[in-house]
């Protein structure tokens, strides 16, 4: 059996944090550059930040990362069991965002900083981010 790690959280901004160190801790242990373990932490920290801002607007709820290993590399995936995304192809573009003090700019960083992207998301049943870094 592959190695891989489960965290689970509540949707609270502190955890980014937590959620951040625990992927590069588990990428440091492939063969990644510094640099592809800064991306990792980038992409890690806007998939969960996005859980922590838009999934549970006025409740709170838990948000899920597994981190996996591949043949291949890492893969990434950030569940959360919220209010889901009514258009994905709206809102991976850039700029596009619900709370205007935010970017919108968090898919394009994954999708930037990641190998591949994949978005899963019914309305009032959540969303999945599955990200892989290749080593």
Known sequence: MSN?????????SSNVS????????????????????????????EAV????????????GMIEVLLENR????QITVKDFGK?????????Q???TT?????GLGFTFMESFMDELHIESQPGS???VRMVKKA
Not at 71 to 74: A, L, M, P
Not at 84 to 92: F, N, P, Q, T
Not at 99 to 103: K, W
């Open 4 to 12: 891989h790690v489960l965290i689970r959280f509540p949707n609270v």
């Open 18 to 45: 937590v959620a951040r160190v625990a992927a590069a801790t588990f990428a440091s242990f492939r063969e990644f550059s510094i640099s592809d373990i800064e991306e990792v932490k980038v992409a890690v920290s």
């Open 49 to 60: 930040s996005n859980a922590v801002l838009h999934a549970y607007p006025d409740s709170q």
């Open 71 to 74: 043949n291949d590399g890492i």
């Open 84 to 92: 889901g995304i009514e258009d994905i192809d709206k809102a991976r």
């Open 94 to 96: 850039p700029g596009f």
């Open 99 to 103: 709370m205007p003090e935010h970017m």
């Open 126 to 128: 959540g969303t999945t």
